[in-house]
């Protein structure tokens, strides 16, 4: 399950893409299904990881650096260079357990916005990993969650449309400078 695309785990200061930020069109669009796993997929999913550690993520998907591919890259534990991340080309949840958890989350598009969202506990997802082959990983709390909210980004969805506290969700985005018009809600898990 460890990566194969190799990439150091510091900040850089100039990472070779750009996070786009709540309010922006391109993260409301779906991504595509990507056919042909080749280097130019590699290298996406390298410069990927290098953006997500520069901004001090542990997760970043294809549509938040503007490209409309299902793309993934997860690594709930940046600090530690022998965790590998994890690179999850078209991910499908295949399962997912009735027991839902309530946790905090942020995302690199809305910076400094952090809110509480509820999603299942634990998830079976079928992908293909960076070299093509066919892969599935049983998730279960953080890894589960970094997972899901990332392949809502594939669909257009922003975790910020799952917060079920619409006050403290408005006070945040304001706090912010992000306009509440820019969240559209969805239904809980």
């Known amino acids: 399950m ?3 695309v ?3 785990k510091h900040k850089l200061k100039n990472p070779p893409l750009n996070i786009h930020t709540l309010g922006d069109r391109v993260l409301r669009q779906s991504a595509k299904r990507i056919s042909r796993v080749d280097d130019e997929i590699r290298e996406l999913a390298r410069q990927m990881l290098q953006t997500m550690y520069s901004a001090d993520g542990i997760g970043l998907a294809a549509p938040q650096v503007a490209v409309g591919k299902q793309l993934i890259v997860v690594d709930t534990d940046p600090e530690e260079p ?3 991340p994890i690179i999850l080309l078209n991910p499908k ?3 997912h357990s009735d027991d839902l958890a309530l946790g905090q989350e942020g995302c690199l598009s809305i910076p400094g916005v952090y809110l509480d969202v509820r999603r299942p506990a634990e998830i079976e997802v079928a992908y293909k990993d960076e070299q093509g082959r066919p892969q599935v990983i049983v998730a279960t ?3 589960a969650r970094v997972i899901q909210h990332e392949m809502d980004h594939l669909t257009g969805v922003m975790f910020v449309d799952r917060v079920e506290n619409s006050l403290l969700l408005n006070q945040e985005l ?3 400078g992000f306009s509440k ?3 559209k ?3 809980a898990a």
């Open 2 to 4: 460890s990566s194969e």
């Open 6 to 8: 190799l990439v150091e």
């Open 82 to 84: 022998a965790n590998q």
């Open 93 to 95: 949840i295949r399962r």
């Open 141 to 143: 709390d953080l890894l």
């Open 174 to 176: 304001t706090k912010q």
């Open 181 to 183: 018009q820019a969240v």
């Open 185 to 187: 809600p969805v239904e």
